[in-house]
């Protein structure tokens, strides 16, 4: 499996920002997605992960109400939809996929992303 993230960027406190990641190779249909984030000096944490039909979804409590994942098997896409973007959102963002239905721990992803940067300003 091959993940492409796109859509970072620079946003002002309180703006919006999609994330998309496309997925190559093996169909996604048959993962659990997941987004990480890691700040400058900082491990990479758990952001969201969503089950293979999408049906069942889990968020960071830091971004619970504002964040939204998604996916679309079809298009082997998971998007992050990210509203009342904070300067402590600034992070490389990364999607990741594992062969559990869905995972919250960084050890279960087996595929990981290059990252995409997201600058929120205060």
């Known amino acids: 499996v091959q993940l492409q993230a796109s859509g970072g960027g620079l946003v002002q406190a309180g703006g919006s920002l999609r994330l998309s990641c496309a997925a190559s190779?093996?169909?996604?249909?048959?993962?659990?997605l997941g987004w990480f984030r890691q700040a400058p000096g900082e491990e990479r944490k758990f952001v969201a992960a969503i089950d293979w039909s999408g049906g069942s979804t889990a968020y960071a409590d830091a971004v619970k109400g504002r964040f939204t994942i998604s996916r679309d098997n079809a298009r082997n896409t998971v998007t992050r939809q990210m509203n009342s973007l904070k300067p402590e959102d600034t992070a490389v963002y990364y999607c990741?996929?594992?062969?559990?239905?869905?995972?919250?721990?960084?050890?279960?992803?087996?595929?990981w992303g290059q990252g995409t940067l997201v600058t929120v300003s205060s």
């Open positions: 990741a996929s594992t062969s559990k239905p869905w995972s919250i721990t960084k050890r279960d992803y087996d595929y």
């Open positions: 190779g093996r169909t996604v249909g048959i993962y659990g």
